[in-house]
């Protein structure tokens, strides 16, 4: 019972569960259904374009900006938390080991 509590309060689990609640929340903030059916041409890169640079154009400085921050943060959140992922995975020792065995 002690591991499972340490694996779910493990940093690199807490940054995973911060990504998903990210996630869900961008989810729950934006309607995509609404999205889907004001891009009527979405195939057409044109009109993808002119949609979302309007969508720019027409939205206040605040929410830019804030759009923009949290973004970022997703992105920097996102690439730290992979990193770590693939950091504690002792798939090198599991390589190393293999490359032994058939040399």
Known sequence: MA????????????RVYLV???????????D??????????LH??????RFFLYAIVHT???????????TLFFIILTKDTMQKIGASKPFHAFQSRIRAIGA
């Open 32 to 41: 995509t259904l609404s999205v889907d059916q004001n891009m009527l041409k």
């Open 44 to 49: 057409e890169a044109g009109e993808t374009y």
């Open 60 to 70: 206040e400085f605040s929410v830019k900006m804030l759009f923009c921050a949290a």
């Open 3 to 14: 591991y499972v509590i340490k694996k779910l309060t493990d940093p690199v689990a807490l």
């Open 20 to 30: 998903a609640t990210f996630v869900c929340l961008a989810d729950i903030l934006v």
